[in-house]
């Protein structure tokens, strides 16, 4: 891998990082620099890693039996690989949006409240706020304030996607995981998605895979390129795109494969 | 080529022929099936309210007796010349036992059934699930048989009285209804999406957080459904009730005393009557109470069900 510049105040640091799944090797040595309030785009063909790269730094593979994790993740001066660090603990700092909007099955309401809910905050005032600034946050107030105790399965898959970030960001996190978050969305809902992000970097470390060369481009200060759990190249967005170092990354943004 | 096309279509056209033929033979068989089905089901339906509102109707029978009264002996005639057919006792005792029967395995069922899914999975698959099928399949007597050998005494020990009473037949209830609630009610639990897990996991709860607001939250219409299906099996069984409720047609004072239920009065009367005669024709009105408490948990349930999908 190359890191063409040196990355200034990161706050996500990952060092020889190797993950398995029993024996399959599916996150090879892996350093890369995450800068602070930057959004960093995450590409390279299926089954390369992103994802699980992605769930490393949250520990959701924790959930998945029989799977290693070596060397280092460092999260300011956590190294957050460590057994003694408390997942829960972790996941309130480190939100994760999904590709598929996974709403629970409650209100709108309870949707957002959920998080604060379950970290100790009773107060009704102070839920109510909760819920109105992250639903503005996400660009949804308009649209469902009316409707707060309408159950969240009723929304469209925009609005679905949109409140799913509302809740995560409800439990105040620092950084921000993205898995694909616009892949099952429409091109206007994905737009709205996608704006909304870009309003996100000037509170969140935001770290984004995408399948979508335009949306890395569009949005990303940063893009790595994963290729067979490996980081083939990393570096400036506008650099890795117009002037990129190795071939493979050519032809997978010109879209030869992938 | 083109001669070859059309062959071909000829060719699947006389093959569609053949399958249509055998097609409409299977939807015959199954139509004949279904009239079949439906004619039973229509003359039990006619039987039962027919012999079981005659009560009332040919024998004079007072609806307000039938459910308030606390007497059963349709044989004779009170001072208004109507028959004694107060069923309240057996009313009381089958909603009683059915009540503390779902009162007890629910809970139980459901713990089990997180367990199963989501504390020891492994454990679980290999050893909890095949132990519960076996359960499920034991008959209804044999249950009956060991409540009436084991429960029975031990409940003599311990409290005062005979042993018999609502306290026995609920035991023996909670245990057979037991496995077929956790059955249902771990695969309400199973059908909570992954997703959803995760979700409330990245979030920041713990396990026992996402157990409890999302999984059992999300899976509450099929607990539910699992609580009355067990319920109403519960409300209907007859055989292991009647060996070890006592059989007094009283209203019992304490959960101890001997009791008896609709479907025990059932099954004990029922060879002692003659056909036509008043007592057999209130016997008949036991059975309506039956069916048309079955009728309601089966609509309770399409209820939850309907508004599960909604
Ligand atoms: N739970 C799992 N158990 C075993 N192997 C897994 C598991 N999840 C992923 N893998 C394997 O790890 C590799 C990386 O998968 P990952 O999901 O991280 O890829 P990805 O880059 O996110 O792909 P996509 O773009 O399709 O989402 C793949 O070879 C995949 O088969
Ligand atoms: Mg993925």
Known sequence: MNVVESIERSVIQTEDLQFYYNTHHA???????????????LIGPSG??????????????????????????????????????????????????FQHASVFPFSIYENI????????ERNKKVLDEIVEENLRAAALWDEVKDHLDHPATGLSGGQQQRLTIARTLATKPEILLMDEPTSAL??????????????????????????????????????AFFLNGEVKEYGQTATLFTNPLF??????????FG | MMAKTI??????????????????????????????????????????????????IMNDGSVKDFFTGTTWNPAEVNSLGKPIIGALPFIVGSLAITGISALIAGPLAIGAAIFMSEIAPNAGKRIMQP????LVGIPSVVYGFIGLSVVVPFLRDLFPGSGFGIAAGTIVLSVMILPTVTSLALDAIQSVPRSLREASLALGSTRWQMICKVVLKTAKPGLLMAIIFGMARAFGEALAVQMVIGNASVIPHSLFEPASTITSILTM??????????????????????????????????????????
């Open chain 2, 7 to 56: 062959k071909e279509i000829e060719h699947t056209l006389y093959r569609k022929n053949s399958k249509m033929r055998t097609e409409r033979f299977g939807k015959s068989l199954t139509f004949l099936a279904v009239v079949l089905t439906a004619a039973i089901t229509a003359a039990i339906l006619f039987l039962v309210f027919s012999k079981g509102l005659s009560t009332f």
């Open chain 1, 113 to 120: 409240a959920y998080g604060p809910r379950t970290h100790g």
């Open chain 1, 247 to 256: 071939s493979e990354t050519k032809d997978y943004i010109a879209g030869k």
């Open chain 1, 48 to 97: 390369c890693g992103k994802s699980t790269f992605l769930r490393t730094m949250n520990r959701m593979n924790d959930l998945i039996p029989g799977v290693r994790t070596e060397g280092a993740i460092w999260i300011g001066n956590e190294n957050i690989t460590e057994p003694s660090i408390d997942p829960v603990e972790l996941r309130k700092k480190v939100g994760m949006v």
């Open chain 2, 131 to 134: 132990v519960i099928e076996l």
């Open chain 1, 186 to 223: 429409d091109p206007i809902s994905t737009a709205k998605v996608e704006d909304l992000i870009r309003t996100l970097k000037e509170r969140y470390t935001i770290i984004i895979v995408t399948h979508n060369m335009q949306q890395a481009a569009r949005i990303s200060d940063f893009t």
């Open chain 2, 269 to 310: 009367g029922m060879g002692y009557t003659v056909m036509g005669q008043v007592e057999n024709n209130a016997l008949w009105s036991l059975a309506l109470i039956l069916l048309l408490m079955s009728l309601f948990f089966t609509i309770i349930v399409r209820m939850i069900g309907k508004g599960k999908s909604a």
């Open chain 1, 27 to 41: 996150l090879k040595n892996i350093n890369l620099k995450f800068e602070e309030k930057k959004i960093t785009a």
